[in-house]
């Protein structure tokens, strides 16, 4: 139960609102505890979501399937065999739009749904209307992704640059206005002010905490490390578990054309990596689940 630091009379002075503000501030809070509780994982199968960077497929006009994504899909299988069930989602035949990048003007300009794309309307896309709730359903989710330019390819960046509405963000206070900085500053210091570290969901909620990261990237130089570092660092700050050895890049010596790569890297080289990549992911979604998702310890007053 939430302890009460401040009288709604001592709230509305010093955010200097009116009563239908704060109450709408109580009821955003009050929702978001409700959200929550429904991320304590549920019993029964394992949820694994994978998903696929690559823009490549034979249908398109490279004429040939991506390496991520056929190492990725092995990778599924090896959790089907665990008992877990998995989705594949190959983000090229996704509408994502980019990330409007509101989010760092004011904390609680990036709501969750996306307002820059809101579900259900005629401005939202795939992310909004489909992706956000596979992620919210899933235990675990693998990345995969090829190495463009030394990073993660554009569509990897797209999705994880949008994921952010799903990390500590809140529903807008004026859904009909919610870009309203002024407002959304308010939001902020009413959130600053009253949330407690002790109960999910006063404050800012991390969707991602508690959910199991693995990743997988192919590439032809370091730049695969480089990926795996990012990717590790991001979804580190968006509460995702990584076990050990849940992170593996398949890559072909660079004194090789890259025509030879698929035959290397799909090899029997990696198979070993990518069965214990399923395996220590399956587990250590076992051993979290033994706690709630919440039971990761954040700041729910900041983002």
Known sequence: MLKKKYTDGELMRLLEIDKKTLERFQAIRKDTIRQARKLVKRPGKIKVLGISGSARSEFGFAQENSNSEELLKRCLAHFEKLGAKTELVPLREYSIKPCNACYSTTNTQCHFYCSCYPKGTPEGDDMSNILYDKVLAADAIVFATPVNNFKMSTMMGAFIDRCI??????????????????????????????ADNDI?????????????????????????????????????????????????YAMASVCNSTYKDKEMVLGDCYASDLKSLAFNVHLAVKIAKKYPATAWKTDYRSN
């Open 165 to 194: 509405s799903l990390d500590g963000s809140l529903a807008p206070v004026n859904p009909k206005s919610p870009k309203d900085k002024n407002l959304n500053i308010k939001h902020m210091k009413f959130i600053e002010l009253t």
């Open 200 to 248: 999910p969901g006063s404050g800012m909620l991390r969707r991602f905490s508690g959910k199991v990261a693995g990743v997988i990237v192919t590439g032809h130089e370091e730049g695969a490390s480089m990926v795996i570092s990012t990717l590790f660092m991001t979804l580190s700050h968006f509460g995702m578990l990584f076990p050990p050895f849940a992170n593996m």
